[in-house]
């Protein structure tokens, strides 16, 4: 079966513009979850949605947003970029009832704002 | 503050040795610990897992020790082959609060050389 997907893989912003991102979970997995990755930084967590709604958000400023469709689809947006947002933004899904871990990660957005 | 710290930025390993990577977590809450392994290019792919009422967990070539009084968990590969070369990542969850965002260590990059 298809794994996660996310569009666009690779993406290049202006400073001060937003930025949607899209991520496709495993067929059946309602849980979505985002993570941005940077070498100083590693992997740190975004916000993880369930059923459209948001179950949890990690450190990140109020630029930083993210939504779930009824057929468990997700966005994330990030609104007036900067150049510390430049990053790999890995998405994750898991299934209904798998309350731990387990998790599948996309091959990410490499997103670089100039 | 870094929560789970991997203070190897890198581990080189011969081919056919044992291979291990250390991670130190500093939130008592933690109660679930997860391995992931991550080529470039592509996102984490998940690895091997523990709960925190067990003080190892077993998967083929896959070990992972707990160790809850020192707060430090460790993966042992072996024996380790060329593919194994990739960065490893530790992560961290804890039942409170009802989600499932995960704390990543910022990775040790293992290198298995012939």
């Known amino acids: 079966k298809a794994g996660v997907t996310q569009t666009p893989r690779y993406l290049i912003k202006t400073r001060g513009q937003q930025v949607t991102l899209s991520c496709s979970p495993i067929?059946?997995?309602?849980?979505v979850s985002w993570y941005q990755q940077t070498p100083g930084q590693g992997l740190q967590f975004l916000f993880e949605?369930?059923?459209?709604?948001?179950?949890n958000k990690g450190n990140f400023p109020g630029r930083f947003s993210g939504r779930q469709f009824s057929n468990s689809r997700s966005e994330m947006n990030v609104s007036t970029l900067e150049l510390g947002d430049s990053a790999l933004y890995l998405c994750?899904?898991?299934?209904?009832?798998?309350?731990?871990?387990?998790?599948?990660f996309g091959s990410g957005t490499r997103l670089t704002v100039v | 503050d870094q929560q789970v710290k991997q203070n190897s930025p890198s581990l080189s390993v011969q081919e056919g040795r044992i291979s291990i990577l250390n991670c130190d977590y500093t939130?008592?809450?933690?109660?679930?610990f997860l391995w992931y392994k991550k080529y470039p290019a592509e996102g984490p792919t998940f690895l091997i897992s523990?709960?925190?009422?067990?003080d190892k967990n077993e998967d083929g070539r896959f070990t992972v020790f707990l160790n809850k009084s020192a707060k430090h968990l460790s993966l042992h590969i072996v024996p380790s082959q060329p593919g194994d070369s990739a960065v490893y990542f530790c992560?961290?969850?804890?039942?409170?609060?009802?989600?499932?965002?995960?704390?990543f260590g910022k990775g040790t990059h293992l290198i298995i050389q012939p």
């Open positions: 994750a899904s898991k299934p209904f009832g798998l309350v731990r871990g387990g998790y599948t």
């Open positions: 067929s059946g997995h309602r849980s």
């Open positions: 949605y369930f059923s459209e709604t948001q179950r």
């Open positions: 939130n008592s809450m933690f109660d679930y």
């Open positions: 523990i709960s925190s009422i067990k």
């Open positions: 992560a961290a969850s804890y039942s409170g609060g009802g989600a499932d965002g995960l704390t």
